[in-house]
């Protein structure tokens, strides 16, 4: 039988990821040697760059994984407590002699300085949220 040229196209990743037989790494070099045209593709491919190939996780980094999902979680729930709270206080009104009166009528620094305070809570809480989305 006649090997052919998409036989061994077919063989390469396998090849090159040093998971064939003696055998078939000989019928492939063998071919490669006989073809300087794909054996030059072969070459110049970034096939081998299995580096990037990901390494399943063992216990220790599935264990670091969990812990530092376990802080973000709770890093998220603390901001989205503080980001309800002060964004709750710039609403905040109070009753008395005078009617109705917003809480910072007579600071409104206080309500601007609020305002900025509740827009950075909810900023770290949506960045957290995006990081556990990863």
Known sequence: MKITRDVIIDLLPLYLADEVSEDTRTL???FLANDPALAKLVEQSNIQQWDDVPVPLNKENEMKSFEKTKQLLVQQRVLMGFAIFS???????????????WLWHDLP???????????VFWA???????ALKK
Not at 109 to 119: P, R, T
């Open 87 to 101: 964004t709750l206080m710039i609403v905040a009104v109070r009753g008395g002699e005078a009617g109705i009166r």
């Open 28 to 30: 492939v070099e063998q």
């Open 124 to 130: 770290a809480y949506f960045n957290i949220t995006a």
């Open 109 to 119: 620094q206080v309500g601007w300085l609020l305002m900025f305070v509740s827009v």
